[in-house]
């Protein structure tokens, strides 16, 4: 089902082009895993009680996804980019965000500040 609405985006004019939905899925699915598994990891070890048992639920929902990212990129090429491209690309990219947002508030700031 997934396959054929892939093929089929990919058919039609104006639409995301394979490449970038892999890349987009890669990005989405790892960077979702990856922060699953430290907010379950951080909440599991500072957590009391209930706390304790969402964080270790946590973990296992970022290790699972990353998993089920592991079996789709085994059986569907568009999730099969280079993987140390695209999380480079990522990292830059976020990293490129972040400089932005942060500039934009620091002169925000200095221009009420100013006032």
């Not at 997934?2 to 004019?13: D, M, N």
């Not at 922060?35 to 270790?56: D, E, I, N, Q």
């Not at 089920?68 to 491209?85: I, S, V």
């Amino acid at each position: 089902m997934l396959h054929q609405s892939v093929a089929y985006l990919a058919s039609v004019s104006n639409a995301i082009p394979p490449q970038n939905l892999g890349n987009f899925a890669t990005i989405l699915l790892l960077t979702f895993s990856i922060f699953m598994v430290l907010a379950g990891a951080f909440t599991s070890y500072f957590g009391t009680g209930k706390s304790r048992a969402v964080g270790a639920v946590l973990l296992v929902v970022g290790v699972v996804v990353a998993i089920l990212w592991l079996a789709l990129a085994q059986y569907n090429h568009y999730t099969q980019p280079d993987l140390a491209d695209v999380i480079w690309g990522a990292f830059l990219s976020i990293l490129a965000a972040i400089i932005g947002a942060v500039i934009a508030v620091l002169v925000f700031l200095f221009a009420i500040m100013k006032t």
